[in-house]
């Protein structure tokens, strides 16, 4: 016996940009319709963000199954939900059509070893958007997207500017995570330093959560026009990545250069914390001296993805630290959908720190 579903006939279709693989220009699919499972929701999108993983994997740098619809920081507005209750947010509350929703990167079964574990985002059914193979609605860079049960989501406010809203289904809830392994037990972070390498948005959002807390932060980026954010996140400093940070006891590589990687315990403060978050693809062995790590007392960590508490705490972070610090600017003029190329283009060649795509300009 199937479980039920509820049809949902889309008029005019929805439209999803497929991605054919390397060096093939996307195509545009239309889906006249969709059925949602129960817990299941279609979400009308607002704007989808340009990850840094989505241009790895259109160049090829990371193996991604093609065609597939990419696109995994979004927001949009709910539109049906699937029968049987309906799902809730991160912070428990009812999730009903009309909703504006950041959407998580996963979506886990809750039920098997690393779910009970409290790694929902290493499920052994594990489900991402923008990761999955097919002609689907699975990604962010669409008209709908169509969210499995299980997925966290966080009703987000009405004036959050859209493009703080998308990102915070990737990088504000993984700065949130990075931040999180990086400080345990440490609370008031006044008088602390942290180095964070890296000054993308995922960067430039875990310094702002760092210097908030207290911390005098160093940020570290070959990338001049990246650095140049940081100050107004709160860095205390940012450096070139030939300059030596001063010993810190948290350091987040965040950046996937193995070089920031293989300083971190020589630049790490006796019983501070390495944490590892940037490194997703093969290519960045560690050439460490074992006893840097014992003699400094360091503990080292990795963090992938994120829970959806960390989801919860970035949507919360994110509404208000806009008050106080300029996290729209992060973000460029969004494209039409139909130009995501384009649009891929502006954010690999760094026009802006984060690029958008819009299917209803
Ligand atoms: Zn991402
Ligand atoms: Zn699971």
Not at 169 to 195: F, H, K, M, S
Request: include cysteine; aromatic fraction near 2%; charge should be neutral.
């Amino acid at each position: 016996m199937s479980a039920p579903s509820r049809t949902i006939r889309l008029d005019p279709p929805a439209t999803a940009m497929l991605w054919p693989g390397v060096g093939l220009a996307h195509r545009a699919l239309r889906v006249p319709e969709v059925a949602l499972g129960s817990g299941e929701l279609l979400v009308e999108v607002e704007l989808a963000t340009v990850c840094g993983s989505d241009l790895h994997t259109v160049s090829g740098r990371r193996p991604g199954p093609a065609p597939m619809v990419l696109g995994h920081e979004t927001v949009g507005r709910v539109a049906h939900l699937g029968p049987g209750p309906a799902p809730v947010d991160v912070r428990g509350r009812s999730v009903a059509p009309g909703d504006r929703v950041a959407v998580g990167i996963y979506a886990a079964c809750g039920h098997c070893p690393a779910c009970r574990r409290g790694l929902p985002q290493k499920c052994a059914h594990l489900f991402k958007y923008g990761h999955a193979p097919g002609e689907s609605l699975h990604g962010g860079y669409a008209s709908h997207l169509h969210v499995r049960a299980g997925t966290p989501l966080a009703v987000v406010p009405e004036d959050l500017p859209a493009g703080v809203a998308a990102a915070i289904g990737c990088a504000a809830a993984t700065a949130v995570a990075a931040v999180a392994a990086g400080t345990t037990g440490l609370g008031d972070l006044t008088g602390r330093r942290a180095t964070v390498c890296g000054a993308g948005l995922l960067g430039l959002l875990a310094t702002a959560m760092l210097a908030e807390r207290g911390a005098s932060v160093t940020v570290i980026d070959p990338d001049a026009s990246r650095r140049a954010a940081a100050p107004a996140m709160g860095a205390a400093a940012a450096l070139d990545a030939t300059a030596e940070p001063p010993e810190a006891e948290v350091y987040l590589e965040l950046s996937g250069a193995a070089a920031a990687a293989r300083a971190a315990p020589r630049r790490t403060a006796v019983g501070g914390v390495v944490v590892l978050a940037g490194t997703v693809s093969p290519g960045a062995p560690l050439d460490w001296e074992a006893q840097d790590v014992v003699r400094r007392l360091l503990t080292v960590r990795g963090v992938h993805n994120y829970t959806p508490a960390h989801l919860a705490e970035a949507a919360a972070w994110s509404a208000e630290a806009t008050a106080r610090r300029p996290l729209a600017d992060l973000f460029g003029v969004a494209h039409p959908l139909a130009d995501l190329d384009q649009a891929l283009e502006e954010a690999a060649c760094g026009a802006a720190v984060r690029v958008g795509v819009v299917p209803h300009a």
